[in-house]
Nanobody
Framework: QVQLVESGGRSVQAGGSLRLSCVISGNTASSNCVGWFRQAPGKEREGVAAINFAGSTSYADSVKGRFTISRDNAKNSLYLQMNSLKPEDTAMYYC????????????????WGQGTQVTVSS
């Protein structure tokens, strides 16, 4: 059984920074690649960033240059450093693990956390 637990979400003003964390437990093979997704009210879930075991990364155009994904394989942890936050970044952020192919598509990932809320006020 694979469990993912996110933390770090909170309310912040525009221009601020947050660091999200995700701890992955269970089958470590599930961490072949991991990623962050987000879903705002009334919108579809979208891929934010992903990283594979070799360290290759992929980012959504909307966050390039502002967000950085990283992982600590020894700690089975995933991080998302978010800088220069904008109100449009407001969403529930989800950690995902084990992708059948390296992608920012949610359908590529098998395991999901419960999410952590990020709210950016103007």
């Amino acid at each position: 059984q694979v469990q993912l637990v996110e933390s770090g979400g909170r309310s912040v003003q525009a221009g601020g920074s947050l660091r999200l964390s995700c701890v992955i437990s269970g089958n470590t093979a599930s961490s072949n690649c991991v990623g962050w997704f987000r879903q705002a009210p009334g919108k579809e879930r979208e891929g934010v960033a992903a990283i594979n075991f070799a360290g290759s990364t992929s980012y959504a155009d909307s966050v390039k240059g502002r967000f950085t994904i990283s992982r600590d394989n020894a700690k089975n942890s995933l991080y998302l450093q978010m800088n220069s936050l904008k109100p449009e970044d407001t969403a529930m952020y989800y950690c995902a693990a084990y992708c059948v192919y390296f992608s920012l598509q949610s359908s590529a990932f098998r395991y999901w956390g419960q999410g952590t809320q990020v709210t950016v006020s103007s």
